[in-house]
Structures are given as structure tokens and as C-alpha cells.
């Protein structure tokens, strides 16, 4: 590939990815020396409007993180360089992919410590809004988190999670239910990862902080869930977080709060224990839709324990 002609990795129209997908490989090599100075600008303009916001309703945690990554504030990181920081904190690493990854295998993923990690970025004129992540969500909005030894545990249980709902549908013999189980089963996990992961807020000793991704890497969402009097702010119940859907392409009207990382792991655990009781195969219908892709990756694994 000639780097010159392709020297960019923009979201939507970078070919190192394109030819990637083409040939099916999901876990590829950061192609550092094909990011072009506007990519780098990108980074720079992203992580110079977010740290003021970091620093005003970042839970402390994500702060911590931050310092320990050491990450650039005006080039798009180096993963072999934030690994080199991150591995030994709690043993997770980011490991590059191409694309959308399935999900029982972005849960086993997170069940082995890994996280997988878009490359590319968005472009600079669209700082605001990203329909799908970018290497900015990934590593300024995920993998500060990934340093806190007690959320990392909490990712881990979310991955085994995955591993209780393949087995549990493993043993249903009739096709069309063991489908519509698993879907019932998978769109209450993803609730429950986006109200808490992406989207989460926590309780702290100077109000309420954010944790979730999805609002540490948004310019404008960031304060609207801590000050706006448009969000709705509830404690976190399970019942409640599996049943509620969600849109992706507008600010968040409902929020949950967590109470600390310990009370995280603790729901996350209690969520396992739904799956096993059979109280998450009848969830409300909606949002999320439950691709193929999906379907099939947890119907793959389930294969795998019959």
C-alpha cells in the first residue's frame, strides 16, 4: 500500500481499513505512519475542548487515569505506548481492530483483559457527534477507566457475563426459542452496558460524576448529564436499566447513578444471577435491534458448550 496516497485514517474512508475488512481480518496492527496531520489535529482540537470538561465532572478515577496514561494532548497515541502504561496498572491492554466487533467477542474480549480499539478518528468538522466510536472514544473515552483495578474487574464480569448467557441458551433445544431467548437475554445486557459503561454517572463526595465513555469523550453531553434540568437522574435498578430503551443519535433524557465502583460490580453480578433465573428472557421489546452478527456470535459459543 502506498502510505503517501493513503495517508490518512479518517472514520468513513481510510483504506488500510477498507482492504482490512476485505480480507476479513479483525485484529490488525495500528498503522501509525498512515494518520495525516489533520488526523493529528483532530486529536489535538478533541482532547484540548475536553480536558476543562474532564476536570469539572470526571469521577476521580478517570482522572487518575488520565495521568497514568501519560496520553498526548497534541498527537493520536501510540496503543504499544499506552499499553506500556496500562498492562501493568491491571493487566488490560487495547488491541487494534478493523471494524464492528461481534458482540460475544468483544465480551470475551473484555473477559481476557482486552479491549478492542478502533484506529481511525473522525473528521474535524465533526467533533460533536460520532455515530460509531473512533480511536478518541476508545483510548481518551474508555481506557482511562481500564486503570482503576475495581472497574476492571467489573469489565471482566461482564465478559463471563456473556459466557453464563451462551450456556444458558445451550440448553434450550427448540431453535426459534433459543433465538428469541438470546435476543431477549443480549438486548438487556446492552442496556445494562449503556446506562453504566457508556452512559453511567456515580455518586461522589462533590456530587455527581461521570464515568460512562459515551458522555467522557462528548464535548457537550459531558455537562448536559451532570447539569442539565432536561436529564432525568434515577439510582440504578436492574429492572428498570433492562427494559428501558435507548437512542444513540441525541443527548441522553435518562441517566443512572451508581454509588462506586464496588456497587458496579456488585449489579453486574446480580445481573448474571437474572440470567440464570430466567428473569431477563422476557425483556421489553425496542431499542437496541439485535443484528445477525450479534445473534450469531452467541449462537457460536453456545454451539461450542453443547
Known amino acids: 500500500m502506498n502510505a503517501v496516497a493513503n495517508s490518512d485514517l479518517t472514520t468513513g474512508h481510510a483504506p488500510f481499513i477498507e482492504e482490512a475488512q476485505r480480507q476479513g481480518d479483525l485484529y ?11 488526523n493529528h489535529e483532530t486529536w489535538r482540537m478533541l482532547y484540548r475542548r475536553l480536558r476543562p470538561r474532564w476536570d469539572q465532572y470526571a469521577n476521580e478515577r478517570f482522572q487518575a487515569g488520565i495521568e497514568s496514561l501519560c496520553l498526548p494532548q497534541d498527537r493520536i497515541p501510540r496503543l504499544e505506548d499506552v499499553n506500556r502504561f496500562l498492562s501493568p496498572l491491571t493487566g488490560f491492554r487495547a488491541r487494534a481492530v478493523s471494524g464492528y466487533v461481534p458482540a460475544f467477542v468483544f465480551f470475551d474480549c473484555l473477559r481476557n483483559r482486552e479491549f478492542p480499539t478502533t484506529v481511525t478518528i473522525r473528521q474535524a468538522g465533526r467533533l460533536d457527534y460520532l455515530p460509531e466510536p473512533d480511536i478518541f472514544h476508545d483510548i481518551a473515552g474508555h481506557v482511562p477507566m481500564h486503570t482503576d483495578r475495581h472497574f476492571a474487574e467489573t469489565l471482566v464480569r461482564f465478559g463471563e457475563c456473556a459466557h453464563t448467557a451462551a450456556a444458558v441458551v445451550s440448553e434450550i433445544r427448540d431453535p426459534a426459542e433459543r433465538v428469541r431467548t438470546l435476543t431477549s437475554i443480549f438486548r438487556a445486557m446492552a442496556r445494562f452496558f449503556w446506562f453504566t459503561i457508556e452512559f453511567g454517572l456515580m ?15 462528548s464535548f457537550g453531553e459531558i455537562e448536559h448529564a451532570v447539569s442539565s434540568p432536561d436529564v432525568q437522574r434515577y439510582p440504578l435498578q436492574i429492572e428498570w436499566a433492562i427494559n428501558q430503551a435507548f437512542e444513540i443519535d441525541h443527548y441522553q433524557p435518562l441517566l443512572f447513578i451508581v454509588d462506586s465502583f464496588d456497587h458496579l460490580y456488585s449489579l453486574v453480578d446480580e445481573l448474571e444471577r437474572w440470567m440464570k433465573a430466567g428473569k431477563l428472557n422476557h425483556v421489553a421489546p425496542g431499542e437496541p435491534e439485535v443484528n445477525e452478527v450479534d445473534l450469531r456470535s452467541f449462537l457460536e459459543a453456545a454451539h461450542l458448550t453443547l
Open 28 to 38: 490488525i496492527r495500528q498503522p501509525y505512519e498512515l494518520y495525516s496531520a489533520e
Open 203 to 217: 455518586r461522589s463526595r462533590d456530587g455527581l460524576r461521570v464515568y460512562g465513555s459515551g458522555l467522557l469523550s
